[in-house]
């Protein structure tokens, strides 16, 4: 009887899938998509059934992290003539960060992968498995970073970090820039009108 159970664990989230991917298809064939990426369209196209909460923003982390590394690497910028867009990769520490932390992940995955292995194949496999999902993080976010730059249009401002945090500000609600280390520091207690990134 115990069987049942991943049986109809696996069908809902096979029929979980087909019914997102089915109305990622509607959506796409519509004529609202024009100039928008996969991302955009899955999240315009699942809002209506899940809610802008929890859900939909996990489905939408999981999607852009295989979305970002795997696709990325084929993907072209798409900007709108009326935009403004600015880059922050090539001034940023990102690309450190991402280097040394995919480093540390190989290294960490292949020394865990067979210390584990001694205890149990299937926790070194798991493990393994974990480590290359989140070599595939890291990766998905240096391709996010690339193509999601800063936008300034006609009445908004968009502010991003990759795939991980963004924020949209009308902009007759911006009364002046300065950098967080003006306005509290980032090392201390941000005020809450800062926006920091991570």
């Not at 999240?43 to 489905?59: C, N, Q, T, W, Y």
């Not at 880059?87 to 940023?92: A, L, P, Q, R, V």
């Not at 992968?113 to 299937?122: A, E, K, N, Q, Y």
Request: glycine share 6%; hydrophobic share 50%; net charge positive.
């Amino acid at each position: 009887m115990i069987w049942i159970l991943p049986i109809l664990e696996i069908t809902i989230v096979i029929a979980v899938f087909y019914s997102i991917i089915k109305s990622i298809i509607r959506y796409r064939a519509s004529s609202k998509t024009k100039g928008k990426d996969l991302l955009e369209i899955t999240r315009m196209s699942l809002e209506p059934k899940l809610g802008d909460g929890f859900v939909l923003g996990a489905i939408l982390s999981e999607l852009s992290v295989f979305y970002y590394s795997i696709i990325g690497w084929f993907k072209e910028s798409t900007v709108n003539n009326n935009e403004r867009v600015y880059s922050y990769h090539k001034t940023s520490q990102v690309n450190i960060i991402i280097v040394v932390f995919s480093i540390l992940i190989i290294l960490e995955g292949i020394l865990f992968h067979f210390l584990i292995l001694l205890w149990s194949d299937v926790a070194a496999w798991v493990f393994t498995i974990l480590n290359i999902y989140a070599l595939l993080y890291m990766i998905g976010l240096y391709n996010s970073v690339r193509f999601l730059p800063h936008v300034v249009s006609f009445d908004q401002l968009i502010i991003r970090f990759g795939y991980q945090s963004s924020i949209k500000l009308d902009i007759r609600n911006i009364d002046c820039i300065k950098k967080a280390k003006d306005k509290g520091g980032i090392g201390g207690k941000a005020p809450k009108e800062t926006y920091m990134p991570c």
